[in-house]
């Protein structure tokens, strides 16, 4: 009986200490830093601005934002973004708690620019004051030698004529400047350097289409031109070269997109194909891969033929999407179809049919 009354006598006093202050001094942040996501953030930057000062063409420099959060909650960085490629931002912590520091480590590449140069970064983030801060970096980027473009695209050009392009040089002490050792790494660019009476040189890449061989032609090529000079900026020149040839073929519209098509009524388009050197030509065939788009040859053997594509009335409301393939003899032109039926739901679309044999790309 007395070793029971003792027993009970212990609980109590273990009780009574459990109740007692000492045992209630911790704070609550200190014991479970969860709670500290209660609070707010507050994202403080030291500075939001930096100038790299006076740089060099293709130099690369760093810099760190240093920030702080200020807040009594925990700060999250969500997103970083710069508004250019030549920007790189690399974040050292993205969860910050109360009172932590850390940086953001801007790279930025100055590439062949010249002049004044800004660029900005965007920092997403949860303080609800500011969930956005816009950092900005400055640079002035010095050469004695300026040329533009800094490089050279061909675009959309017939692949059986000639075509020229023309870089232009300015450079500080035009009198003593000197370009040499001109070439092509490919045969179908061919170049020229001229100067004009203003002084400025001028190099004039041509296109030469009997260079090309059939087996190099898939609808784009690639050149380099290079140079050396005396310039102190640029010794060593290169200039990327980009070809995209037309297509022999062209689809007006290049993608059919309907909106608001009434449910229950259907709809009629038409799409011209054309050919881009103004010459007859029949198409052999022309199909859908969704059962309720449908599509038929409306005029066909002018340099401009016609096809007619028509939405079904039993189109379920929703999207309904498909693809196109018109044939050409050995060619094949594919005309994305894009319908939304009526304000309904999203509904599937019908089964696929697959385009007839004579219809594949050989």
């Known amino acids: 009986m007395k070793s029971t009354i003792r027993i009970i006598a212990l609980i109590a006093a273990f009780g009574l200490l459990a109740l007692t202050p000492w045992a ?98 965007t920092v997403y983030n949860n303080d609800p004051k500011q969930s956005t801060v816009i950092l900005t970096i400055t640079a002035s980027i010095a050469t004695d030698l300026e040329f533009t473009p800094v490089y050279l695209r061909f675009d959309n050009i017939p692949v059986d004529k000639p075509a020229d392009l023309t870089v232009y040089f300015n450079s500080k002490n035009p009198d003593k400047f000197q370009l040499t050792d001109i070439k092509s790494d490919q045969p179908y660019i061919t170049i020229r350097l001229e100067q004009g009476e203003d002084k400025r040189f001028r190099l004039v890449a041509s296109y030469v289409p009997t260079a090309v061989k059939s087996t190099e032609n898939r609808g784009y090529l690639n050149a380099i031109i290079s140079a050396k000079s005396n310039s102190e900026t640029y010794p060593e020149i290169k200039i990327p070269v980009y070809i995209k040839f037309q297509e022999e073929f062209t689809a007006v519209p290049v993608r059919l997109i309907l909106y608001n098509v009434p449910e229950g009524e259907g709809a009629l388009r038409e ?64 005309v994305p179809v894009r319908a939304r039926i009526g304000n309904g739901p999203e509904a599937p679309t019908a089964p696929p049919v697959r385009p007839p044999a004579d219809a594949k790309e050989k």
Do not use: W
């Open 24 to 121: 209630q001094d911790k704070p609550a942040a200190d014991t479970n830093p969860a709670d500290a996501g209660k609070g707010t953030p507050k994202i403080v930057f030291e500075k939001l601005t930096h100038d790299f000062g006076q740089l060099k063409p293709e130099s690369e420099v760093t810099f760190d934002f240093n920030f702080k959060n200020e807040g009594d909650g925990i700060l999250d960085i969500q997103n970083v973004r710069s508004s250019c490629g030549c920007t790189v931002v690399v974040p050292d912590k993205r969860t910050l708690a109360p009172g932590e520091s850390s940086f953001l480590k801007v790279k930025y590449h100055a590439g062949r620019g010249y002049g004044m140069v800004e660029k900005k970064i």
């Open 271 to 334: 799409v011209i194909l054309r050919n881009n050197k103004g010459e007859s030509f029949q198409i052999s065939s022309v199909s859908s891969s969704n059962s309720y788009i449908t599509a038929e040859i409306a005029r066909n053997g002018d340099a401009a033929n016609l096809i007619r594509v028509t939405i079904d009335k039993k189109t379920p409301a929703g999207l309904c999407n498909g693809v196109l393939t018109i044939v050409v003899g050995q060619k094949n032109v594919v």
